[in-house]
């Protein structure tokens, strides 16, 4: 895409990381082939009513047995870095290491060896969502004992690959994992337990992920020298009445609940927010849950999730106004606990879906933010986009006003802020299986022709614009040389 005249590729650090980001179950398919075994979202999508129209990621892209299609694409757009996620069941059919899967990690090694012929530097996501089935009926995310399962993943994940993948992700988007598969019952494995399973099972998350990252600073570190990090996505807010003072501090709670929830335990104090706490034992009294405990503390046995992140990994869409509701009746709910109400600014754009307002502002502003509260790290933005419905736009001139106005809005952060931010994905490589939307939602930089055998991939405009712009990048800093 073209810059615009305000925004010029010396603005980006010469190491910076030009990306494009997938996970496994939106785009391999194959969900039953060669020793995979189930995860939660297979079990979710082939139970009726789940998904947009009985979708299902059975197939999706089939990048499983296309993936040289993928590599062409990914070398189409000239990127430097890409994101892609393993599947835990295709390694491990249980998800324990007790039966190792030969041939899911002859597919990732070729992926991962691929990708570094091409000079492409992979960023590897342990767990994008897809929890293995077998897991999930020993109590999933619920159980305790997740935290040992997923840290033994982690480490024969790092033993087996990390003398090549030096960019690790343990975990994508707790926040939507636990509120969305526990809470609004929207995403797999489509429980709702509002109020309760959400804290419980991010919690857990945390505890997974905190395990991991010191096995392997522990156990990988000193001779892989890779990084580690948890990918949090956040929106921005900001008060609907900035003169407000209810309002005010209500847009605070949302980012409390929302991002701090965490990044405190891990970027901040080791524990969750103050706020968090404070009204959820607030909540309690008037539920008449006193001697319920809905936020669990960090055991002093366990290792501590402070520290735990090498980077920042930020997943930024859309942004809200906020408005105080605390004088509202309690209930016992995630949005109850808040006493608050979110919603879109009118005078925003809305690309495609319904809750996706586009706001590139947010994204500066979410990305100062992060750097006073979270003690100035380095920051990857792993995940943005512009979702498309309806008739295929191959000339998706808004999409690539999107992403010049998002550049420029990361160039200004990056020059005007003094934010490290390190690298930009963007979501996605390709139009894929979109979660509860199905196929309905595009996101892609190529176009994914889901009518046909073939699969075919074509690119949109916005991904000729965004190769463009990673050229001129590339041989401004000679990286091409």
Known sequence: MALSKNTSVEDFPSDFAWGAATAAYQIEGAWDVDGRGASIWDTFCHSKGRVFEDHTGDVACNSYQLWDEDLKCIQQLGLTHYRLSFSWSRLLPDGTTHFINPR???????VIDDLIASAVVPMVTLNHFDLPQALQDRGGWKSPEIADAFDSYAQFCFRTFGDRVKLWITLNEPYVCAKLGYESGLFAPGLKEPGTSVYLVGHNLLRAHARAWHSYNTHFRCLQRGKVSIALNSDWAEPLDPCCTEDVAAAQRYMDFNLGWFACPVFGTGDYPESMRSRIEAQNLK??????????????????????????????????????????????SFIGDQGLEAIIDPSWPVCGVSWLAVMPEGLRKLLKYIKETCNNPAVYITENGFSQIGPVEFEDIDRCQFYQDTLQQVSKAITEDGVNVKGYFSWSLMDNFEWSDGFSVRFGLFHVDFSSPELKRTMYRSGREYAAAIKRYRRNTKLDK
């Open 104 to 110: 899911g990690v002859a597919y990732y090694s070729k």
């Open 287 to 332: 539920l008449g849950l006193n001697e319920v405990q809905r936020l669990p503390k960090f055991s002093e046995d366990e290792p501590n999730p402070l520290g735990t992140a090498d980077f920042f990994a930020l997943n930024y869409y859309t942004s809200r106004k906020v408005k105080d509701t605390s004088f509202h009746p309690s209930e016992l």
